[in-house]
DNA sequence: CTTGGCACTCTTCCTGCGCGAGTGCTAAAG
DNA sequence: CTTTAGCACTCGCGCAGGAAGAGTGCCAAG
């Protein structure tokens, strides 16, 4: 099946009437009839009239009937025109900013920070969250410090430039003194500032080569726990917060128990979301996929609206939501826009306070 | 209505048929009636008598039937019974220890272990896991470390006597150096080491009050910087975890829509559970709550089995799992002792290792 | 191009009925 | 006194059938 262009093919009339068709199913959740549209009063035509602009629009591919007597719902491709072309988004109340700029601002460990930030999403959106944080080998960093948690057991906390912090416990093969590890988180910090986890990686190993290091016992040591840190955080290659996963017991879509099911053990599988973050991540600008745009979305009927956050030279990772193709694009968009920026924001402030 | 004395109103043929009940119905999820019952061979009675004994059993209050013309499920006094007197606990395997042990003994900030401790009980019971640590305000620590974040950020890292990491960030008055941070944190480790943060806080508040305190500058940033750390980590009076709820999916008892959905809202409303833990808290041993013997499990007929784990000394909270009232205690009692037993295990092993 | 009318389709909801499972009671047998 | 077979009874479940309602497509007239 072939489709013209699609802003060629529709008349201001035919735009309306899908919007109208949208709007009231994203509201009620039923396939719209001609009646029903007849009634809201924004157009001056009957339902026949209706029917058959509404038979044109399924013939275009915007819209479907579920079966042979029942309204119509839109199709992916429907949305997909709407998205693009009909509809206005709604500005966020101050209350929701207010709610999101708190959330975000609360803490400051990268874990927390995503795991609130796909929490407070899912809240307002009344969607699932999602955050999602690819490797971290990328992660420039501004310091790097070691506490002595047992004998073998220092806990390292690592601060990136953009001042997202990560805490790890490593177990180490030495036995370290407080003193020691004061000295050691001066030299690495002293030394490796700036640097990516990779780089950082890759120079200390090749210092393992050096004649050096291997006289030097400080040294040694030095490196051997920078390793120890930096192959501690690396083997975490993504994290993915999926939170509120709750909010779809609420949609109608999903109120059979067969669905809930199908749907909870959809979003368990974190795998085939991951992928597609992950190629999303490569774009700009809010994105949204709809039903069958994506090998997650299309088996479930699902729609994502997500955003990449970070700054604009380093991209951290995505934030959006997962919800029922039938969701409010118009309250989505705005919110998951907000968050990503407000995100974006935190990490600058807190890069530009730490230089 | 009452019923006589537990113990002398069965005799053993009636405790073997409630047994079998029992067994059979945790296995099937169906009622069970006179002639299944006959043909499972345990018995050398007809279904006639059986039912004779099924009768009194019902009178006694340990089977019901939930309509005239189904078999015999157990009453919640019925699972008690068999609780207390007919169940024979299954020996964990080797790979339940191993993956128990693994996981608990994989990373050592409190937070992530608590976590893990939950999602590998729900793993491996296949119910609900749920871990509740009380507030820290009685946490005895060993060191107290700050670390530099961001110009007015500082992390704090609270290590237990019993080696449990506490990260908190805080936002201070104050700007640091690290120079200072690196001397407070000796101070504070060498001067409060041992004590408990109820304990700390109130000796610092009296500091404030001390004139030298009032003079010495470095002094009064350092009363003032643990005074924010200690402060920070008290508002969270308790941490509860749920983890695994989506394994109630499986469950054919919560089977239908509605009933997962008031399962899913029910875990989310944590007050009550706290509460139930709470009050768990101050006993010993493996304990095991069913349907309306707790506010929490009677709406929605879960139970509970649930232990304290933590050293014996200090108890630190309570690990467990929530499930439909028809679980397999056999096998769930074994796992959440050992669960909790290789939590309080690792914990001493911290302890020792830091002493 | 719009509109009213009409026949048609399809889902949904309700009802009634038969089936099967399981019980309790009774009377006879051990 | 206990056990057992027989029997009438109850109740939930599934299924078929029918009525109601919603919505469509098409056609002919305005």
Redesign the pocket.
């Known amino acids: 099946m072939t489709f013209r262009n699609e802003l060629s093919d529709l008349d201001p009339?035919a735009r309306e009437v899908l919007r109208e068709i949208i709007v009231q199913h994203i509201d009620s959740g039923?396939?719209?009839?001609?009646?029903?549209l007849a009634k809201c009063g924004r157009f001056?035509?009957?339902?026949?009239?209706l029917?058959?602009v509404?038979?044109d629009l399924?013939d275009l591919g915007y819209l479907q009937?579920p079966?042979?007597?029942?309204?119509?719902i839109p199709t992916d491709r429907g949305y997909r025109y709407f998205i693009n072309h009909l509809m206005q988004s709604r500005a966020l109340t101050m209350r929701e900013r207010e709610t999101i700029d708190e959330e975000v601002g609360m803490v400051s460990e990268i874990d927390q920070v995503l795991h609130l930030a796909g929490s407070v999403i899912s809240k307002l959106s009344d969607q699932v969250g999602v955050v999602f944080m690819p490797t971290l080998l990328q992660f420039a960093i501004r310091s790097m410090d070691f506490i002595l948690i047992g004998e073998k057991k220092i806990q390292c906390v690592i601060v990136g430039v953009n001042g997202v912090v990560v805490n790890r416990i490593i177990d180490t093969r030495f036995v370290f003194t407080r003193d020691e590890l004061e000295k050691i988180s001066r030299y690495i910090t002293a030394e490796f500032g700036g640097c990516t986890l990779d780089v950082i990686r890759r120079r200390l190993i090749r210092m393992t080569e050096q004649e050096r290091a291997l006289h030097d016992q400080m040294m040694q040591k030095t490196i051997s726990l920078g390793i120890e840190a930096v192959n501690d955080v690396a083997p975490v290659d993504h994290e993915l917060y999926v939170e509120g996963a709750a909010s779809i017991l609420n949609k109608p879509e999903f109120s059979d128990a067969a669905s809930l099911r199908r749907t909870f053990l959809a979003l368990q599988e974190k795998e085939k979301l991951v992928d597609i973050l992950e190629t999303c991540l490569s774009e700009d600008g809010l994105q949204i996929l709809i039903g069958s745009e994506s090998d997650f979305t299309q088996v479930h009927n699902f729609s994502i609206v997500a955003r990449r956050y970070g700054s604009t030279s380093a991209p951290l990772g995505m934030v959006g939501i997962i919800g029922p193709m039938r969701m409010e694009y118009a309250r989505m968009a705005p919110l998951v826009d907000y968050l990503s920026r407000a995100l974006s924001r935190k990490i600058e402030e807190e890069q530009e306070q730490g230089t």
Chains 1, 2 share one sequence.
């Open positions: 009339r039923e396939p719209i009839g001609s009646r029903t001056q035509l009957s339902p026949a009239s029917r058959n509404m038979a399924e009937q079966h042979t007597s029942a309204g119509r």
